[in-house]
């Protein structure tokens, strides 16, 4: 009992130590929340240039037909509609405020009266093909919504039948929300807990903890405790954060999955730290590993994409990044209220904590030995 008691006054006093030190390290913190924001600002960016194109749309006909056309352009909700006057949408056109002009023309009830092809006239921006092809699947699809209102009147008996494979829609920037989550627990681990632990190696006062006589699993054990509180605390003000404006809101019990795999995150991304300072000894140099190996894992585990739908070779690539795992659990927890692998999830993440645990504390006394 003694003995036990001895290693949790080790494991608590050198956690706290690190907790402190890293409390007064803002610039560590700082650091931290730097990357994961900026990335947070560039999907946000990204996913409003690549949503809904603005278009601009003139409706030159006040019969019925063109009215209907014009209403299901409209709430189509494949555009963003601006009802103007041919000169308006012209402006909007030429200042690159308006992607194309749709322009329904004057004889187009005429026309449709008499059975005749009545075109709408779209003229479009190609300026790259993600631009231009949007508005062309983006037009049918909404002329196929007017044809889709006129019910068994319609000229068009063709009708599609949608079966989701979830059950919800998420937006391309919420989607991508989760993996920043993780990218945030990942960085300020590995600065947190590496630099932490290099500087003592550094400043040479690693030599009074390895020389104490005290459990060095002990010692081990309070850097990576002092990792997982200062991490998980970060990760649970991001993802309270994101659960306020909506991005992140898991449902009953998945709100502990989600917890559960912050977690998890955290420990793993916390031992890693250890063994990385452990190893390098220098705190430019985890600095600059950190920094790096935080992007390469964030990008292997989906961080702007969908992994599933990746090359084959990088998807067995991203099986050996533990972070892959994480970033699923949360997806399946916060959209779509799952706990689909979710055990295979947390296995992985506490099998590779155990792995970095072992390689630190196995760099530590080759240490002692050196």
Known sequence: MQSLGRFFLVLTVTA??????????????????????????????????????????????????????????QSADVFQVHLVDAATAQ?????????AIITIPPDLDQQVQEGLPAPIMVVANNLNADLGNDIRRAVPDAITVYYEQLGPASPLKVTVAEHDLRSQDVSVFQFAVVPMISLLLLVNALISAGVATSREWEEQS????????????????????????????????????????????????????????IFFI????????????????????????????????????????VLQFEPDWLKQIAAFDPLT???????????????????????????????MFILGWAFMRRGIAQ
């Open 91 to 99: 402006q909007l056109y030429t200042n690159l405020e308006a992607a």
């Open 16 to 73: 706290r130590h690190d907790l402190h030190m890293w409390g007064r390290q803002w610039s560590n913190i700082l650091a931290a929340l730097v990357m994961p924001f900026t990335y947070v600002l560039v999907v946000y960016l990204a996913a409003a240039a690549v949503g809904k194109s603005p278009v601009a749309l003139v409706v030159e006909d006040t019969g019925p037909v063109a009215s209907q056309v014009a209403q299901a352009i």
């Open 266 to 305: 955290s420990l793993f991304a916390s031992g890693l730290g250890i063994a990385m300072g452990t190893i390098l000894r220098r705190v430019q140099s985890v600095t600059s590993l950190s920094t790096t190996l935080s992007v390469w894992c964030f990008f292997l585990a989906g961080g702007i994409g």
């Open 206 to 261: 690693i030599k009074e903890l390895l020389l104490a006589p005290v459990s060095h699993t002990a010692l081990i054990s309070g850097k990576v405790l002092a990792g997982v509180v200062s991490t998980f605390s970060l990760g649970m003000v991001m993802f309270g954060l994101g659960y306020a404006l909506g991005w992140t809101q898991p449902q009953g019990i998945y709100v502990l999955n989600m917890i559960l795999a």
């Open 325 to 355: 795992y994480g970033v699923h659990a949360m997806q399946m927890s916060v959209f779509y209220n799952s706990s689909e692998l979710f055990g295979r999830d947390m296995a992985v993440l506490g099998g590779a904590a155990l792995f």
